[in-house]
């Protein structure tokens, strides 16, 4: 007998070892799988496999028979990628009751965004965060993108019920066609969940979380400041760096290819097509392709304490200067082209780090010292150009060549949004803003070492009949609404015709005026308001180009820098643009192709990648894995545009990092070629200088 209990007691130590198994989830009989936006190839039990068939993001979610995952510590699966380029793959765990998130961060959701590199695969496990002790904490974080908890537990949000969860869902984001990805081996773990011991912390314990520097207090990293000798030993490695590499060699004094062939020199950039391929010509003949970084600014780290709408956030950080002291001053200091942003939210109290630290590293003449550093910096990187959003004394150094970008500010169309509301480029402020605005940099528009000019950025110009949609309803004092109420006029004589055709009762042509109703597009009226938003885009390139002609003949013109766009847009727009900008963020440029009968020189106006093993809180707006993975990933997007026979120059977004708890509007990305104390990513530099010394090369040959 007791022989047999030993055995048995054994055998239940054993069993109690190994413990409860992982749960598949794609096995689970109550498991539904829905496809989203493109092809689902293969469902088995085991494995998904998803292919894109039109673009944009596709993937697929998963509803668990059981809601209940309070016993579960992580989530499991593989991800194979069989296509020629990355994917992008956001995995959202939602409690029920939640819906779309879309790309919030919000309660009810643990989200996270993971890079799979061309034809490989990778097992990810999910590990899920205890829920945190002290709600309180959690619910004072405010105007940032991401949190402090985000970033210790790596998730994009972390309050969640896991006693009630719905799905689990699989995207893949910043796609293209064709691209194919599987998934398998989906599981639950067993296991207790843990929690970062800064998340057991009260609020009297957690506050402040951002030191002296900027910095996030609860974490550790490579490059971390902890002293103002740590800023000076970093300064000297780096002028070490810098002297070993000064740049590359063969270059004009702008960073055109002097080995390259020669051309006419105008004495200012200007572009041209060459054997099938556009590029730029330098003011001294010499080919060039602009290879920059957007917002070389000292003040890229300004962050709200207080405003209309902000609570006092004074209590985030440890050693905020007393006025009257040495440092005070930085309450004041700002960047030049966010500061409206500030000021049109009601912020009225800030605090700006980057410059802080700028002043504790090269002392009370930092900004001279900035300046000249940040040319080194860029010559020795292997880049040419500072890009546009950047500190004017540091573009007129005569150093490096810069764009320049200003907004046009005049009458909008009321009802429009985005950054700033769609003008009305039919009112007479609108011609009178730009006219302004050249005037004003007069002296930029004689200078050899600007490139040219964007004027106005991501304007949200809706699909193909949205802004005529929105005029119909604006005020009757709206110069487009009046000049599309003349338009019909003259195409239909009577109202009566009007409504005939459109289906409408309005009873004369100033109730069509005086209306502020929708009136949404219809097989009946599209082709009056697809006419009228081309008419107003036509306008609106127009009219610039008619002030660019008049008061900056031969400067380059180089559009707004698309964001969302449609074929009208850009078809359009060539007609009046040098140069077609986009901001597009992805893994390559290989996406980028223009409408049909479009042959233009295109400007990558923003891209970026960032990755959560350092200080900041938030990745970017594409997220890698790591610092090592961000610099691979420069190259490959850099490289990609280099054999792209339209595209002139890529510009990163931005210099240094954004602040560690968020800007105006909450962005804090890890996104900088510096973090906040004006520090270089190594890895990130050692990515722009393979692409950068070997550029023309590169371009050249493929």
């Keep these: 007998m007791k022989s047999k209990w030993i055995l048995s007691a054994a055998c239940l130590l054993m069993m109690a070892a190994c413990g409860p198994k992982p749960v598949s989830l794609l096995s689970d009989e109550g498991t539904k799988i829905h496809g989203s936006n493109a092809s689902l190839v293969e469902n088995t039990p085991t494995t998904v496999v998803m292919k894109n068939v039109g673009g944009g993001n596709n993937g697929f979610a998963i509803y668990p028979a059981s809601p209940d995952w309070s016993a579960y510590k992580a989530l499991r ?71 402090p908890y985000g970033r210790l537990t790596g998730f994009h949000s972390t309050e969640i019920d896991y006693a009630n969860v719905e799905k689990v869902t699989f995207f893949n984001t910043r796609s293209y066609k064709d691209a194919e990805w599987v998934v398998s081996d989906v599981e639950l773990i067993p296991g207790e969940k843990k929690l970062p011991e800064a998340m057991k912390l009260t609020a009297e314990e957690f506050f402040p979380f951002i030191d002296k520097y900027g910095q996030f207090k609860y974490a550790e990293w490579p490059g971390k400041v902890h002293s103002d000798a740590d800023m000076q030993k970093a300064r000297e490695v780096e002028e070490k760096d810098l002297a070993a590499n000064p740049g590359p060699e063969g270059w004009s004094k702008y960073g055109g290819w002097v080995a390259g062939p020669k ?38 780290a300004v962050t709200p304490l207080e405003g209309k709408n902000i609570p006092n956030r004074c209590h985030y950080f440890e050693d905020l200067p007393a006025e009257g002291t040495e440092f005070a001053p930085f309450y004041r200091t700002y960047d030049a082209l966010l500061k409206p942003y500030y000021t049109a939210r009601d912020i009225d109290s800030t605090y700006d780090f980057s410059s802080a630290n700028l002043y504790r590293k090269y002392g009370p003449d930092y900004l001279a010292a900035f300046g000249d550093i940040c040319h080194r910096r860029l010559r020795s990187w292997g880049m040419n150009t500072i890009a546009n959003s950047s500190d004017k004394d540091i573009c007129l150094m005569d150093r490096t060549p810069y764009t320049d970008r200003f907004e046009v500010v005049s009458a909008p169309i009321a009802g429009t949004r985005g950054w700033w509301p769609v003008m009305d480029p039919f009112d007479k402020s609108f011609n009178a803003s730009i006219e302004k605005q050249l005037i004003d940099r007069k002296n930029e528009l004689e200078d050899p070492w600007c490139l040219g000019f964007f004027v106005d950025n991501e304007i949200a110009w809706g699909n193909e009949t949205h802004l005529a949609e929105v005029v119909l309803k604006t005020p009757a004092t709206q110069a487009a609404k009046k000049q599309f109420v003349s338009d019909l006029k003259a195409k239909y004589r009577t109202i009566a015709a009007l409504n005939k055709a459109w289906g409408s009762s309005f009873a004369s042509w100033d109730a069509l005026l005086q209306n502020d109703k929708d009136i949404k597009t219809s097989k009946k009226n599209k082709e009056d308001l697809l006419a009228f938003n081309r008419s107003l885009i036509h306008k609106y390139y127009s009219n610039i180009r008619e002030a660019f002609d008049k008061l900056a003949p031969g400067v380059l013109y180089m559009g707004c820098r698309f964001s969302n766009y449609t074929p009208d847009l850009v078809t359009i727009g060539a007609q009046y643009c040098d140069v077609i900008s986009y901001n597009r963020y992805a893994f390559t440029t290989d996406s980028v192709v223009l409408p049909d009968g479009v042959d233009k020189p295109v400007m990558i106006g923003e891209f970026h990648f960032g990755a959560l093993d350092r200080g900041m809180f938030h990745c970017s707006q594409v997220e890698v894995e790591s610092q090592e993975k961000r610099g691979e990933a420069y190259v490959r997007y850099v490289e990609s545009a280099l054999r792209h026979p339209q595209i002139i120059g890529t510009h990163w977004h931005q210099y240094s990092d954004q602040a560690t708890t968020g800007r105006f509007d909450g962005e804090d990305f890890q996104v900088g070629f510096t973090d906040v104390c004006d520090t270089p990513y190594p890895e990130t530099i050692a990515g722009i200088r393979k692409v950068g010394y070997n550029l023309y090369e590169y371009r050249k040959n493929n």
């Design 77 to 147: 699966w593989t991800v194979e990628n069989k296509s020629d380029r990355p994917v992008s793959l956001w995995v959202r765990v939602l409690e029920k009751g939640v819906g779309d998130p879309g790309n919030a961060v919000k309660k009810g959701v643990l989200f996270h965004k993971y890079m799979v590199e061309p034809q490989s695969s990778r097992t990810i496990t999910m590990e899920f965060p205890a829920p945190a002790p002290h709600p309180e904490v959690l619910n004072d974080f405010r105007v940032m993108r991401n949190n």
């Design 263 to 300: 051309f006419e020199a105008t004495g200012h950039f200007r572009v041209e097509k060459i054997d099938g391929k556009w590029w730029m010509i330098d003011p001294e003949g010499y080919l060039f392709w602009s290879h920059g970084v957007v917002r070389v600014s000292h003040s890229s």
